[in-house]
């Protein structure tokens, strides 16, 4: 091969170099100008619109939808009896201990011989130790729950009972003596309602704000008077710093 030939070829492969740097330089600008696009102006435009809304059967909805009201019981709102306040917060103790236990795992409970707790505690002489198979549930458990529930920071005042239905006729006592919480019960019977509830939850939204809000459209039908009332109520979860979402607020918008 004669020597200008060489020079020619050799100048023809940096020519061909140039030009796939080139190419490759374009398109990596170009790759970045659409990361940055897509991050700084097209998510800031998904923002803008507002609420998106989830599907109502994925795992995250729920397993919200389950932490705030007791779908075993027939009344499945009987947590939130004479309670005003909108904001979880403001809620009574009780109130909140109610929804504690409605959280709680099997393995939370473990038993307590009644001959080492107290026969009957203040304030509720008709109360007796309950001799069931699990009637105790360990400080650390309801704390457990109770900061899931209500945030990281929240604490449980070991003062307020924990009520497990409507009548009240079954509760847990905070037992200094043991730090843990044991069942007491008496002799009141459930009362025989005749209002039934049919209940849906009818919307998921994740808001701006990332707040999840779960729709639950309810029709609640007295039996004896045939008076039907339709409700809906919108429950709120808030996002906390670690992560977590915190029950925030149950209203009722109808």
Same mark, same amino acid.
């Given at each position: #091969?004669?020597?200008?030939? #060489?020079?020619?070829d050799?100048?023809?492969?940096?020519?061909?170099?140039?030009?796939?740097?080139?190419?490759?330089?374009?398109?990596?600008?170009?790759?970045?100008?659409?990361?940055?696009?897509?991050?700084?102006?097209?998510?800031?435009?998904?923002?803008?619109?507002?609420?998106?809304?989830?599907?109502?059967?994925?795992?995250?909805?729920?397993?919200?939808?389950?932490?705030?009201?007791?779908?075993?019981?027939?009344?499945?709102?009987? #947590?939130y009896?004479?309670?005003?306040?909108?904001?979880?917060?403001?809620?009574?103790?009780?109130?909140? #201990?109610?929804?504690?236990?409605?959280?709680?795992?099997?393995?939370?409970?473990?038993?307590?011989?009644?001959?080492?707790?107290?026969?009957?505690?203040?304030g509720?002489?008709?109360?007796?130790?309950?001799?069931?198979?699990?009637?105790?549930?360990?400080?650390?458990?309801?704390?457990?729950?109770?900061?899931?529930?209500?945030?990281?920071? =929240?604490s449980?005042?070991?003062? =307020?009972?924990?009520?497990?239905?409507?009548?009240?006729?079954?509760?847990?006592?905070?037992?200094?003596?043991?730090?843990?919480?044991?069942?007491?019960?008496?002799?009141?019977?459930?009362?025989?309602?005749?209002?039934?509830?049919?209940?849906?939850?009818?919307?998921?939204?994740?808001?701006?704000?990332?707040?999840?809000?779960?729709?639950e459209?309810?029709?609640?039908?007295d039996?004896?008077?045939?008076?039907?009332?339709?409700?809906?109520?919108?429950?709120?979860?808030?996002?906390?710093?670690?992560?977590?979402?915190?029950?925030?607020?149950?209203?009722?918008?109808?």
């Open positions: #091969m004669k020597f200008d030939e #060489m020079v020619s050799a100048t023809s492969i940096t020519i061909k170099c140039k030009i796939v740097i080139t190419i490759l330089s374009i398109a990596l600008v170009v790759s970045l100008g659409y990361i940055i696009c897509d991050k700084f102006i097209f998510n800031r435009s998904l923002e803008s619109q507002g609420d998106v809304n989830l599907n109502v059967d994925s795992r995250v909805v729920e397993v919200l939808y389950h932490k705030v009201h007791d779908v075993r019981s027939k009344n499945p709102f009987w #947590m009896q004479n309670e005003n306040n909108d904001l979880v917060s403001y809620m009574t103790e009780g109130a909140k #201990m109610s929804l504690v236990y409605l959280n709680l795992k099997e393995t939370d409970f473990s038993t307590v011989d009644c001959s080492i707790a107290p026969s009957s505690v203040n509720y002489a008709n109360y007796q130790c309950s001799q069931t198979t699990t009637n105790q549930i360990a400080r650390e458990n309801v704390e457990r729950v109770f900061k899931e529930l209500f945030g990281f920071t =929240a449980i005042n070991t003062s =307020a009972v924990m009520r497990i239905n409507s009548t009240g006729s079954l509760m847990y006592v905070y037992v200094t003596s043991l730090d843990a919480y044991v069942l007491y019960s008496n002799q009141i019977e459930e009362p025989d309602t005749s209002v039934t509830y049919q209940y849906e939850l009818s919307k998921a939204v994740k808001t701006a704000t990332n707040d999840i809000q779960l729709y459209t309810i029709l609640a039908e039996t004896s008077s045939n008076v039907k009332t339709e409700m809906e109520y919108v429950y709120t979860f808030r996002l906390d710093n670690d992560g977590l979402y915190n029950y925030y607020r149950r209203q009722r918008t109808k």
